[in-house]
């Protein structure tokens, strides 16, 4: 068979499928191509919803990417929208279809089959999920349905089930539509796959914009009268009245088809595939959210539900299904950033804790720097967690929190993990600098030029969560700042007073410098070691990110001490 001829058919559109046929037709003029989508929509900005939602982004037709017209016009390839395929028969390559619009079924032969199913929404199976105004958000028409909703009934309370980015684009966006929010998650913080202490940043700002959180408390059901939800139940006892509740705890691997077929899946239901995204029969291609990606430094198949690998991915199915060759598929990262009012967090790579889970040897240091020049107007601080091997200094990954310049150093550190970088590397990276954009020496700079101090000796550190019981604490901040909040037993020496002071410390002691963030804590590190104290390390992160951690519920026994105008 020649390639120029084939026949190649694409399960879904969006962002895997619809890259997968345009890049297919770029690769082969004369290619048959046909995409069966289930919906009514070929290509859209399935990211953009919840703004739309919120009215942020006021054009319905600025989330259509593409359309069958323009596909027919353009690529010459057939769309073939309320068209879903039901079944693949590998042994005759053809597959069975059902076209909504007639309520016929034929079959179509295929010699390539890209399958983009994409994911589908995790619909818990509680009382009441089925009612008029609860909701799931993947598609344009629950859009359509969640904005017919919002415009023509009051809303006043609305009840968000999850706390991932979804859950916090539509938390943000039904606040600015000035309808008052809970959000209830499962697990005992947002965002899960940041570390604790870091999602606890974000945990703040939303309880700061009047979001009422119920963490750690699971859903277990919803009160209905007369098919309209009016309350959720969650596990606490806790009933939360609800005008609107939107469902997003998640989504599984669309991966029936896959399966039906006897191709192999994983058990995270995810359909297993080669760097060239076939999957276990050679004649057929899996893209997007149904399938697992190699993640670049877990070094394992892993779902990453996420628009950037799936569109990636579906360019290199369609041009490997059009010639019998492509570049392989590159590890993906996870890479994910979500704006929450008025703070953006983003992660990269591995967690400290997600590390832990692969048994990756890892450890992390966390910053707290300025996203441009301090001295020049509009500077705002950002928090960056940096995780790395502490041998190699292989940079593992990353997290980032705060007001702005959150994008650019994540895309950062991103890039060099891709680039297999050492935390070395990034402390010798070089960044564009004018007062505006950024510092000569950039956030990312001074995150891993603490890293090279520990790789290098000159610095130990402890984290945010550490068991500080029986150490000697040793708090270097200012007495005001100290007055107003400090680690029970801590000793205060301020930082320009440490080397008159020595004498009030026991060098031979486990010490633990400590200050708001980690600046000042590392000098006083420097300090001590250099006079002797064997066993100093810096609590990375300071009393800031100690305060997060304890809140997160990571330390056991919260060691602390406030003034009285905290209480």
Known sequence: MSSKSRTIVVVGGVAGGASAAARARRCNEQAEIIVFERSGFISFANCGLPYYLGG??????????????????????????????????????????????????????????????????????????????????????????????????????????????????????????????????????????????????????????????????????????????????????????????????????????????????????????????????????????????????????????????????????????????????????????????????????????????????????????????????????????????????RVLGAQAVGPEGVDKRIDIIATAIQMRATVRDLAGIDLAYAPPYGSAKDPVHMAAFVASNQLDGLLNIVQPDADLSGRQIVDVRTPQEFAADHLDDAIHIPLDELRDRLHQLEPQRDTVTVCRSGLRSYIAARILMQHGFARVADLTGGMLMRRHAEAAGLVASPTSSASSTEN
């Open 56 to 393: 942020e982004i006021a054009e319905r037709q600025k989330l259509l990417v593409s359309t069958p017209e323009h596909f027919r016009r353009r690529f010459r390839i057939d769309v073939r929208t309320h068209h879903e395929v039901l079944a693949i028969d590998r042994t005759a390559r053809r597959v069975r279809v059902l076209d909504h619009n007639s309520g016929n079924t034929f079959e179509q032969p295929y010699d390539r089959l890209i399958l983009a199913p994409g994911a589908e929404a995790v619909v818990p199976n509680v009382a009441g999920h089925d009612a008029e105004n609860v909701f799931v958000l993947r598609s344009m028409e629950d859009t359509d349905r969640i904005k017919a909703w919002l415009d023509h009934q009051t809303i006043r309370r609305a009840v968000i089930v999850g706390g991932g980015f979804i859950g916090l684009e539509m938390v943000e966006q039904l606040k600015r539509r000035a309808v008052d929010v809970a959000l209830v998650e499962l697990l005992p913080q947002v965002l899960a796959p940041l570390d604790a202490e870091m999602a606890h940043v974000v945990e703040t700002e939303l309880r700061q914009h009047d979001v009422r959180l119920h963490l750690n408390d699971g859903l277990v059901a919803i009160d209905a009268h007369n098919g309209r939800a009016t309350h959720v139940r969650t596990a606490s006892g806790a009933a939360i009245p609800a005008d609107l509740v939107l469902l997003g705890v998640g989504v599984r691997p669309n991966s029936r088809l896959a399966r039906e077929a006897g191709l192999e899946v994983a058990p995270s239901g995810g359909v297993r595939v080669n760097p060239y995204m076939q999957t276990s029969d050679p004649a057929i291609y899996a893209v997007g959210d149904a399938v697992e990606y190699q993640h670049a430094v877990a070094g394992r198949p892993v779902p990453v539900p996420l628009a950037g690998p799936a569109n990636r991915a579906g360019r290199i199915a369609g041009q490997h299904a059009a010639m019998d060759e492509a570049p392989p598929m590159t590890p993906v990262l996870g890479t994910a950033i979500v704006r929450v009012f008025d703070i953006t967090a983003a992660t990269t790579g591995l967690s400290l804790k997600f590390a832990r889970q692969c048994n990756q040897p890892a450890t992390a240091v966390t910053i707290e720097a300025k996203h441009h020049a301090g001295y020049f107007p509009g500077a705002k601080l950002l928090l960056i967690k940096l995780v790395y091997e502490p041998l190699t200094g």
